[in-house]
């Protein structure tokens, strides 16, 4: 049996029989000890809560008998498939739909990369093709070759081991100088650090002029006097007198300097400059130097240029019809890259 309790209203027996309500009750419990021998008769109607046992349908049809354990009719079966196939078909609806709208997104994304490809194919036709330099620190060095002869010798009123070089023209007197360094290679590919030690004139009929013109016939010497530069190695050679070196003096030189080869410079009205590369984008900018000393196919750089910076070397497509300028992006190739190109466009 089910009770809608209320405190107000609550009745209860006692174990006397006697009837009490819970307001009458001052205990801060209320006694329950016979709450199961309540009277029916002494409740009214209105709080006594009885269970609906009968379901949502038939309450809606009027019905008052239990449906919970009947069988469907074939009607309602029929119904409950149409509904499940309502729903399967539904389901099948958007998923089909969800394909579709995939395959537009992939076709969709395949044609936008299609489209940048041929963009960037034609963009990057039409850049310039160069050769790059990265710039390098180091020591750009004039120098002063001319075969020379072994001879003993007394420079400066000491007898030394020194080494007759002949100059060739005023410029090489005015920038060599007694100090220089120098290098010696003898007959045997083998090279000894050296330094200018002497700078005598000798005249045409001395023994020692004599013996240099047999050994250094590509020399001319004059009929009068002569101009002897003589090297001292810095260790013993160990060679005969007569025999032929090779002697390379410096005569200027820029160390610790960042230097490029000379074809990564041009020079307009308002100095010299180079093309210089960004190393991620390829961006051309143009970068005004202040040049040194340009010797041996290098010229140092005094400013203007750092260590590891990329500049143009050459370029390899057509410059009328790809020019340099400022801003504009460039391809880079090798120069086994660009021989083999200039070999194809020969060949062809």
């Given at each position: 049996?089910?009770?809608?309790i209320?405190?107000?209203?609550?009745?209860?027996?006692?174990?006397?029989?006697e009837?009490?309500?819970?307001?009458?009750?001052?205990?801060?419990?209320?006694?329950?000890s016979?709450?199961?021998d309540?009277?029916?008769?002494?409740?009214?109607?209105?709080?006594?809560?009885?269970p609906?046992?009968?379901?949502?349908?038939?309450r809606?049809?009027?019905e008052?008998?239990?449906l919970?354990?009947?069988?469907?009719?074939?009607?309602?079966?029929?119904?409950?498939q149409?509904?499940?196939?309502r729903?399967?078909?539904?389901?099948?609806?958007?998923?089909?739909?969800?394909?579709?709208?995939?395959t537009?997104?992939i076709?969709?994304?395949?044609?936008?990369?299609?489209?940048?490809?041929?963009k960037?194919?034609?963009?990057?036709?039409?850049k310039p093709t160069?050769?790059?330099?990265t710039?390098?620190?180091?020591?750009?060095q004039?120098?002063?070759?001319?075969?020379?002869?072994?001879?003993?010798?007394?420079?400066a009123?000491?007898?030394?081991?020194?080494y007759a070089?002949?100059?060739?023209?005023s410029?090489?007197l005015m920038?060599i100088?007694?100090?220089?360094?120098a290098m010696?290679?003898?007959s045997?590919g083998?090279?000894?650090e050296?330094?200018?030690?002497?700078?005598?004139n000798?005249?045409?009929?001395?023994?020692?002029?004599s013996?240099?013109?047999?050994?250094?016939?590509?020399?001319?010497?004059?009929?009068?006097?002569?101009?002897?530069?003589?090297?001292?190695?810095?260790?013993p050679?160990?060679a005969?007198?007569?025999?032929?070196?090779?002697?390379?003096?410096?005569?200027?030189?820029?160390?610790?300097?960042?230097?490029v080869?000379?074809?990564?410079?041009?020079?307009?009205?308002?100095g010299s400059?180079?093309?210089?590369?960004?190393?991620f984008?390829k961006?051309?900018s143009?970068?005004?130097?202040?040049?040194a000393?340009?010797?041996g196919g290098?010229t140092?750089?005094l400013?203007?240029?750092?260590?590891?910076?990329r500049?143009?070397?050459?370029?390899?497509?057509?410059?009328?019809?790809?020019?340099?300028?400022?801003?504009?992006?460039?391809k880079?190739?090798?120069?086994?890259d660009?021989?083999?190109?200039?070999t194809?466009?020969?060949?062809?």
């Amino acid at each position: 049996m089910y009770y809608n309790i209320k405190k107000e209203l609550l009745l209860y027996t006692t174990e006397s029989g006697e009837i009490m309500d819970d307001d009458k009750n001052k205990n801060s419990l209320p006694d329950i000890s016979g709450i199961f021998d309540v009277d029916d008769s002494r409740i009214p109607e209105h709080l006594i809560n009885r269970p609906d046992l009968t379901s949502k349908r038939e309450r809606d049809s009027g019905e008052g008998v239990l449906l919970e354990n009947r069988q469907p009719t074939k009607a309602e079966q029929l119904k409950k498939q149409q509904r499940v196939r309502r729903r399967g078909n539904a389901a099948k609806k958007r998923r089909l739909h969800r394909k579709r709208i995939n395959t537009a997104l992939i076709v969709l994304a395949a044609v936008i990369v299609l489209a940048l490809g041929i963009k960037a194919a034609v963009a990057n036709s039409k850049k310039p093709t160069v050769e790059i330099y990265t710039v390098t620190v180091g020591a750009v060095q004039q120098l002063y070759d001319s075969p020379g002869s072994v001879v003993t010798a007394a420079a400066a009123g000491s007898p030394i081991l020194t080494y007759a070089v002949i100059p060739e023209n005023s410029y090489d007197l005015m920038n060599i100088a007694v100090g220089n360094k120098a290098m010696i290679t003898s007959s045997a590919g083998v090279q000894f650090e050296a330094k200018v030690a002497a700078i005598e004139n000798e005249s045409a009929d001395t023994e020692l002029t004599s013996e240099l013109k047999e050994v250094l016939p590509e020399k001319e010497f004059s009929a009068s006097a002569n101009i002897l530069i003589y090297v001292k190695p810095d260790a013993p050679m160990n060679a005969a007198d007569g025999e032929k070196v090779s002697v390379s003096i410096i005569t200027d030189e820029c160390t610790d300097t960042p230097f490029v080869p000379d074809e990564c410079i041009i020079t307009d009205k308002d100095g010299s400059y180079v093309w210089a590369v960004n190393r991620f984008t390829k961006v051309l900018s143009k970068k005004y130097i202040t040049t040194a000393l340009s010797a041996g196919g290098n010229t140092a750089v005094l400013g203007g240029l750092k260590k590891n910076e990329r500049v143009v070397s050459k370029t390899v497509s057509d410059p009328a019809q790809f020019p340099l300028t400022e801003g504009k992006k460039v391809k880079i190739t090798t120069a086994a890259d660009s021989e083999k190109q200039t070999t194809e466009e020969q060949t062809a």
